[in-house]
């Protein structure tokens, strides 16, 4: 089964910083790779990205996907404290309904 | 505005007990899924519906089984709780003909003692 790997797996910045963080995949079955924020509560989607090169953007929030290099950045700007969540990256696949998710980034924002 | 219900956010349960974990979803979805998250694991699947009914084992099931009576509820439960089912558990769900974009509940963090 595909495997999707993100690093890294904590990090810590302060307010204002940019942050990219990484997420791998393999490409046996790759249908779309997707982007969630989890806070203390239910994960919430960013971003869907099926094809390489195009930026999706949402305020200070890019995420773009190399299909080449199988991975899958998301950029953070101008960094808040509300920006304090773990980041899930996953794998939809085709044929299938499931998703395969990656271990997740903690990212930790101080004033 | 439509959600995911998980019915308990916090559980603590004792070794041996039985655990019944309950998701509704409002979106009249067709797939239900149970993911577990552990710290450096991320969220794994334990099972998926794709119909009332019907069920699929996802990757990690050993020690769960599930419930579909309705389409819009699904059920995870622990026939007999162990320390190492000690986890956040997620209750999701999508349509068949959408992108696969999981509408995930709140979850319910399950302490067995």
């Known amino acids: 089964e595909d495997k999707v790997v993100q690093s890294p797996l904590s990090l810590v910045v302060h307010e204002g910083d940019t942050v990219t963080l990484n997420c791998s995949y393999e490409v046996t079955n790759f249908r779309s790779l997707l982007w969630y924020k989890q806070e203390k509560k239910a994960p919430t989607f960013l971003f869907m990205l099926t094809s390489s090169g195009i930026e999706k953007k949402s305020g200070r929030l890019s995420s773009i996907l190399d299909k080449k290099e199988l991975f899958s950045i998301l950029n953070i700007t101008a960094t808040q404290t509300g920006d304090s969540a773990i980041y899930l990256c996953?794998?939809?696949?085709?044929?299938?309904?499931?998703?395969?998710f990656g271990q997740g980034t903690r990212l930790t924002i101080n004033p | 505005d439509v959600k995911v219900t998980q019915s308990s956010r916090y559980l603590v349960k004792r070794t041996g007990e039985k655990v019944f974990l309950e998701c509704v979803q409002d979106?009249?979805?067709?797939?239900m899924f149970w993911y577990r998250q552990d710290p450096g694991l991320g969220l794994r699947l334990i099972y998926f519906s794709y119909d009332v009914k019907m069920k699929e084992k996802g990757d990690i099931p050993e020690g769960y089984s599930v419930s579909r009576e309705k389409k819009e509820r699904f059920s995870l439960i622990l026939e007999s709780a162990s320390t190492n089912q000690t986890s956040m558990y997620l209750c999701a769900s999508h349509q068949v003909s959408g992108a696969n974009v999981l509408t995930f509940g709140a979850g319910s963090r399950l302490t067995v003692l």
């Open positions: 996953a794998e939809a696949l085709q044929g299938a309904q499931k998703l395969v």
């Open positions: 979106m009249d979805h067709e797939n």
